[in-house]
């Protein structure tokens, strides 16, 4: 590089890598008085340069105490703090915010010294150690060229580091502008860019590269920023140069990058082990050419109390191998296999991290822990380990296991900014490590509650597929009020079902499942949906009268909403109605989304007396219906109708999986928070083909009965069900015989096949038959009872126009059909 141009130096576009921008610095004298300030200070501390200009340093960095030179203050620093140190400054309001302190020397034409402090803010940093990794600490431990220039850009002080930036020697410098001293169109746009500042623009940085003559033929990378300081009355004083290197930062932040794409992957599980071996994969060839992650034995379980970082009480804790990843097939580095006990010797640094709690870094590996152990002596020659570094798992202040980095085949050894980086990504594993458990231990908690209060499987029969999700918002107070079905019903028929108990806790919990057993029970009586509510509703308001007369108990809000939906595969017709609950969603098999308009009814105990209204849809086959609650589409800071907006977009693509579509759907708004339970019950309808349904009309005289049994015989031939010819027979007769003497019209009878045979005989009568016991002397009423004995189950449900009689009966697994149920 020449000493009168730049011809080395190329100017880059704007950025901001190491966060210059938001650094404060303050320019010193040689007694700590504060001679120039920026902007930056400002925000920082809140003291505009009126208040600070002229005045001691320890106005607002108690660190430098009654120190009467800067020297002394850097001494200070030194000894307690390390370099750069860690300190705090006082602002206006009186607040103390922590900060990093650095401290650069510089020299002036004539001898006389300043001193630059900048201060970067720690505590205002990103909680994610990925995210904050290449702000503050990185600008702290980056070599720094400083020059400071008059409002004439003429440099009045500068520091040695700022020579090996671009290849100006100091006494080349000192009193000269930039294109005094190296002029050319790059020191004329350096130049624009300082003008700009002293204008009172904002903070600029630029990046730039250059050769370096200590380096040749190696290319550097520079970010520089431009300060405007102020004087005691707010004048322009000067501007503040600031020089980094930033080469390394730039391969630190494609590793961030890399680490930061990649660890998303890591909170897809809340299986602990699975999200360890995620891990050891994620690193492997990233950080290391072998990976191990050692976990304390109860973590995947969620059992156990806590391990507190560093020197625990009972001893180094029991380690298991929980994941590991080596760049060569079969990991040879290690002899261990997933959830096997890892051995720590007393001497190694394992041992050393598991008692304090710190990370360990060792360039180059020391082996003497492990003599006396030839089989691990071996490995290590065998696979080559030379650089180590292990990284304690910690949150919260819990100790969770280790995780061991070794290079094997890369020679290059591991240095700091490599431990920082695995410290980064294990700081993230570690909260999905810490979800992981918590879910293991919440699960473990709740499971036998839920298993009572929740459908344990979802049986849709030849009526629909089914799948749900049931995530409670806060499992701090407890099971919610959510609950949903799916009930079968006669007929290949199914009822869907879902509902929200106000409120949390066992309060909540109890009313629930007094709902859910009532609806199964009103369901088995084969009401239609506006019944079966108002049924609901009049047992919530017992529920409410039962709390209020007991005076001992706690008073909860007792109130719900329900959807009641009963679906029939034969007709494919879906009749629902609801109480104050949200309305379902439909997707046809083409993708279109449509929200039926239901009448809402009021919600359950609410006491109105409104009657329930219900509603018939035909849905085709392959048809989507959604059944959720609140939680699922409302958030604290979301609208309701966003939400079904946004649950209808999820689930039109009929393509995917129930399964697929109820984690796409609890998953749609990442990042915020239910303010509910979320319940959602997805159903795909199904239909039964005409082969497995046959239907006749009857007329109601005494052929009926004869041309019933007829036509009965001939289907269960085609069916190959003949082994029930002779119980179906008999079934049929005594139905439609009851028909024809209680009923006036038109007989209708329907067999169908669908896992089961059932028979159904629908007239226009509304008495719904009961069985009773025949004394001896009578010549009939024994028809009921020799149904029931003869089949699986029978029963009979009311229509608007009269009543059905049903029969099952089981198929014989030994039965020849010829038309097997579709599933």
Not at 145 to 152: A, K, L, Y
Not at 239 to 266: G, N
Not at 423 to 440: C, I, K, P
Request: charged fraction near 20%.
């Amino acid at each position: 590089m020449t000493t009168d141009s730049l011809p080395q130096v190329t100017l880059g576009n704007e950025f901001d890598g190491l966060a210059i921008s938001d650094t404060a610095f303050a320019l010193l004298d040689e007694l700590g008085t504060v001679v120039g300030w920026t902007q930056a200070a400002e925000r920082l501390v809140g003291h505009g340069a009126g208040d600070i200009v002229g005045r001691s340093a320890a106005l607002v960095v108690p660190s430098f105490g009654a120190a009467a030179t800067t020297d002394a203050v850097v001494e200070h620093l030194l000894a307690e703090n390390g370099w750069p140190g860690a300190s705090a400054v006082r602002r206006h309001d009186g607040n103390l915010v922590d900060v990093s302190l650095r401290i650069t020397a510089l020299r002036g034409q004539d001898g006389p010294t300043r001193w630059l402090a900048s201060l970067t803010d720690t505590g205002g940093l990103s909680g994610d150690v990925l995210s904050g990794l290449m702000r503050g600490p990185l600008l702290a431990r980056a070599p720094i060229g400083v020059v400071i220039r008059d409002p004439h850009l003429r440099c009045m002080f500068t520091n040695d580091v700022m020579e090996q930036h671009d290849g100006i020697p100091a006494d080349r410098r000192l009193g000269r502008r930039l294109t005094e001293s190296a002029p050319g169109a790059t020191a004329e746009a350096i130049e624009a860019l300082m003008q700009q500042a002293l204008q009172g623009g904002a903070t600029k940085v630029h990046e730039y590269r250059a050769w370096l003559p200590t380096f040749p033929g190696r290319e550097h990378s520079f970010g520089g920023a431009y300060h405007c300081l102020q004087g005691a009355d707010g004048e322009i004083v000067g501007v503040c140069v600031i020089s980094a290197d930033v080469t390394e930062s730039r391969r630190m932040r494609e590793d961030v990058a890399a680490i930061s794409e990649a660890s998303t992957r890591l909170g897809e599980s809340l299986d602990v082990m699975q999200t360890s071996q995620s891990l050891a994969d994620l690193a492997v060839p990233l950080l290391a050419d072998y990976v191990a992650v050692d976990l304390e034995q109860s973590v995947p379980f969620g059992e156990g109390p806590a391990v507190h970082s560093g020197a625990p009480a009972h001893g180094v804790p029991v380690l298991r191998r929980a994941g590991q990843a080596s760049i060569h097939p079969g990991v040879p580095e290690s002899s261990l296999t997933q959830g096997e006990p890892v051995s720590v010797p007393s001497a190694s640094p394992l041992a050393v991290v598991l008692r304090t709690g710190e990370p360990h870094l060792e360039q180059h590996l020391d082996r003497p822990w492990v003599d006396g152990r030839p089989a691990i002596a071996r490995r290590f020659r065998e696979t080559g380990m030379h650089s180590l570094m292990i990284v304690p798992v910690r949150v919260r202040g819990a100790l969770l296991g280790v995780v061991l980095f070794v290079r094997t085949d890369n020679a290059e050894p591991f240095h700091e900014t490599d431990l920082l980086l695995a410290e980064a990504l294990v700081s993230r594993a570690a909260r999905s490590l810490d979800n992981a458990r918590q879910y293991a231990r919440e699960q473990s908690a709740a499971l036998t509650l839920q298993r009572t209060l929740l459908p344990r499987r979802l049986t849709g029969g030849t009526a629909v597929e089914a799948a749900s999700r049931y995530l409670p918002a806060d499992m701090d107070h407890g099971v919610g009020g959510d609950w949903f079905d799916v009930i079968p019903l006669a007929g290949a028929r199914v009822a869907l079902v879902v509902g929200d108990v106000v409120g949390h806790g066992l309060h909540a919990a109890a009313t629930m499942g007094t709902l859910r057993t009532a609806v199964r029970t009103l369901a088995d009586m084969d009401l239609p949906p506006d019944e079966v509510l108002a049924h609901l509703d009049n047992t919530v308001q017992r529920l409410a009268e039962a709390d209020g007369d007991d005076m001992g108990s706690i008073p909860g809000a007792v109130g719900a909403t329900c959807l009641y939906a009963v679906y029939d595969p034969a007709t494919r017709v879906c009749t629902m109605a609801r109480a104050g609950h949200l309305p379902p969603v439909i997707v046809d098999p083409q993708g279109h989304v449509t929200f039926p308009d239901l009448p809402p009814g009021a919600p359950l105990g609410v006491g109105l007396g409104d009657p329930f209204e219900t509603v018939e849809l035909e849905l085709p086959e392959g048809s989507l219906l959604a059944l959720y609650t609140d939680g699922l589409i409302e958030t604290r800071d979301g609208d309701i109708e966003d939400g079904m907006r946004r649950l209808g977009t999820v689930l039109a693509e009929p393509g995917r999986s129930l399964e697929e579509l109820c984690t796409r759907a609890t998953d749609a708004v990442p990042g915020q928070a239910s303010c509910d339970d979320t319940t959602l019950l997805l159903v795909r309808t199904l239909s039964l083909s005409a082969g497995q349904v046959a239907c006749w009309t009857l007329p109601n005289d005494e052929t009926a009965a004869r041309s019933a049994r007829e036509m009965t015989v001939r289907q269960l031939t085609v069916w190959g069900l003949d082994s029930l010819g002779d119980s179906t027979r008999l079934i049929v007769s005594e139905l439609v015989t009851n028909a024809v003497r209680h009923s006036s019209g038109p007989i209708r009878l329907c067999l169908k096949q669908h896992g089961v045979l059932t028979c159904e005989v629908s007239d226009s009568d509304t008495c719904s038959p009961r069985p009773r016991r025949a004394r001896s002397t009578d010549e009939n009423g024994r028809g009921l009872l020799l149904v029931a004995q003869m089949s699986r189950r029978w029963g009979s449900r009311l229509m608007s126009e009269g009543k059905v009689v049903w029969v099952e009966q089981g198929i014989p697994t030994t039965s020849g059909s010829r038309t097997s149920p579709r599933f």
